[in-house]
Nanobody
Framework: QVQLVESGGGLVQAGGSLRLSCAAS????????MGWFRQAPGKEREFVGT????????YYADSVKGRFTISRDNAKNTLYLQMNSLKPEDTAVYTC?????????????????WGQGTQVTVSS
């Protein structure tokens, strides 16, 4: 069992940056593949990025590739999402997730535990 708490969301102008954090409880954080998803109003949950258990492998949605960077610090039980060059279409609730697939996953059903989410709003 792991509990996830996101932070770092907020309001930012287009072109700006934000860094999201996801703090995990428990001593098994390093055994989980981790991911970030987002959901905009009226839209389905969308994959953003995933990272393997040791941070050695990452994968991103095409819509954020080159702008967003996912990383993790297993010593601090924390997952990060650095978001640069933000666009209004990045506005959404961002949620982190942990899954037993240690290599990570792009699929919602690849994760067992979810945080509550943090709101990111990008103004034009």
């Amino acid at each position: 069992q792991v509990q996830l708490v996101e932070s770092g969301g907020g309001l930012v102008q287009a072109g700006g940056s934000l860094r999201l954090s996801c703090a995990a409880s428990g001593r098994t954080f390093s055994s989980y593949g981790m991911g970030w998803f987002r959901q905009a109003p009226g839209k389905e949950r969308e994959f953003v990025g995933t990272i393997s258990w040791n941070g050695g492998s990452t994968y991103y949605a095409d819509s954020v590739k080159g702008r967003f960077t996912i990383s993790r610090d297993n010593a601090k039980n924390t997952l990060y999402l650095q978001m640069n060059s933000l666009k209004p279409e990045d506005t959404a609730v961002y949620t982190c997730a942990a899954g037993n697939r240690m290599g990570g996953s792009t699929r919602v059903d690849g994760y067992n535990f979810w945080g509550q989410g943090t709101q990111v709003t990008v103004s034009s």
